[in-house]
Structure formats: C-alpha cells, structure tokens
C-alpha cells in the first residue's frame, strides 16, 4: 500500500462494530437488519378495516402503535384481538397530525414507519421503505408516481392539487420531490428533533417533506400503490386540505431554516446502518 493511500485509509474514522448475530431480524431469506421498526397507525373508526390492515404487515416489524382518535367503534378492540401486542395511544387533540404527534412520541424502534387503517396503504411494501432507509437514507417518503407505483382513488382535483403543491416546494427548495401530499413515509426515529412536527390536520405529509429538505436529510422515494378506502369514508377534504397544504408551505419558508443534520461518519455504509 502506497503511503498516500495509506494514509487516506488512516484518516478515516473507524466503522461502528457490527452488531452481535442475535440483534438481527431476518426480513427475507437473503436480508436481515438490527434495527428495530415501529409502525404507527392512527385510527379513527377503523374497525372494519384493522383487519385487512394488520394482515399485511410484516411478522418481522418490532412494534405496532395504534393511536386511536377517540372511536365510538371496536377499533381498539379489534386491534387488539388481531395483534395482543399491540400498543395502544388514545389521541387527546383532534386530527391526522396531532395522532401521528402522539404515536411518533410512542415509538421505542430505530426506524418508524406511518401508515393509514383505511386499507388504502400496503404493510407489504414497508420492506422497500425500511431497505432504503438501512442502505444510507434518512427518511423515505412513498411515491404514487415513482415507477411502479400508482393509485387508484385519486381524483381529478386531488392529483391536479397535489402535482401543483408538489411543484411549487421543488422550486422553493431545490427539490426533487414527485408525490408531495401521500401519508406513507419511513424515517430514522433519531430525526424526529429535527422534524419538530407541530401541525393538526393533513399537512402533516407536507410539513415532514419540508423539514426534510430544510434540515439536508437524504431522502429517497420509493414506489407505492394507493388503494381505495375499502369502508367508511374519508375525513379528507381536497380543496380545505389544499388551502392549509398550501399555508404551511408558505409559512416554513418565511421561517428561519431548521438546522443542517449532518451524517455521523460512522453510518456511510449499509453494514454500519445495521444491514446484512
């Protein structure tokens, strides 16, 4: 070895140790991680969906968090029927973004992932975003337009609504986003400081998209398929949810910039993010 490239190897900082074979959790024949997973679920009424819900996600994930805004249904009950395990958080403010506030606030995993109980979102796909995350990424946003994925309840005014949001924060921030406004995200739980999320409603997808990109997270999309609500209907409203999209964006950039996270040196490569 030349005493050049000795050195370059000497100055930099040693790997983490990998950790010992019994912190990993096998997630397919060829893949297991050490970090453990979170998912949250916030739920409101969702008692007929649960169990479509629950079946897919993944046996392997640590932990599900169920936040519950108050149901006048079994939804608890058949949360915990389905899963015994379960954690249950009963919201005490109203709205998508405040339970999500609470059950992030919950999670004891490395990783949290957020999903929806209306069925609309696929627990099969949390492989991709929990993959993305242990091979260098800090927070996974899901995309319906990334290649192979789609949506089958988008409406007209949604997708126009949704594209044009999308745009504008691109050129506000530099970004590179392609699907602004979908609620099926991953993220390192020690980013949470950062993402400082103090929102209600539906915005929430935004403000973390924003805060993403302020902070200098490395984000990387992944493909999903949105389905349509299998009961019930949705608490959304298009034109509503788009005026207050539309305010938080407007409301970040006229604030201070959040400060630049910077990668500790020891987690640029998969084997010291805690995949084998």
Request: proline residues 6%; aromatic residues 6%.
């Amino acid at each position: 070895m030349s005493p050049e490239v000795a050195k370059h190897y000497n100055n930099k900082p040693p790997l983490r140790a990998v950790p010992p074979i019994e912190r990993f959790t096998p997630i397919t024949p060829n893949v297991a991680i050490s970090p453990t997973v979170s998912v949250v679920v916030p739920a409101m009424n969702e008692a007929e969906n649960l169990p479509h819900v629950f079946a897919t996600l993944p046996q392997w994930i640590d932990e599900i968090v169920l936040v519950d805004g108050n149901s006048v249904d079994d939804t608890v009950a058949v949360a915990r029927k389905l899963r015994p395990n379960v954690r249950v958080v009963h919201q005490t403010g109203k709205g998508k973004g405040n339970a999500l506030s609470a059950g992030f606030a919950a999670c004891t995993g490395d990783i949290i992932v957020m999903i929806d109980a209306d069925g609309s979102t696929d627990g099969r796909e949390i492989i991709q975003f929990v993959g993305a995350l242990v091979t260098g990424a800090d927070f996974v946003k899901g995309s319906r337009y990334a290649s192979g994925g789609g949506s089958d309840d988008l409406t007209f005014i949604r997708k126009f609504g949704n594209k044009s949001l999308t745009a504008l924060v691109n050129r506000m921030y530099g970004t590179s986003y392609s699907d602004l406004c979908y609620g099926y995200n991953a993220f390192w739980a020690r980013h949470l400081d950062v993402l400082n999320l103090d929102c209600d409603g539906f915005e929430i997808e935004t403000l973390m998209n924003v805060r993403a990109a302020k902070a200098g997270l490395k984000v990387h999309e992944v493909p999903s398929h949105e389905r349509c609500r299998i009961h019930g209907e949705s608490n959304l409203h298009a034109v509503r949810d788009g005026i207050r999209v539309l305010k938080t964006i407007i409301r970040e950039w006229r604030s201070n910039p959040a400060p630049v996270v910077h990668e500790p040196a020891t987690s640029t490569r998969a084997a010291d993010q805690g995949a084998a």
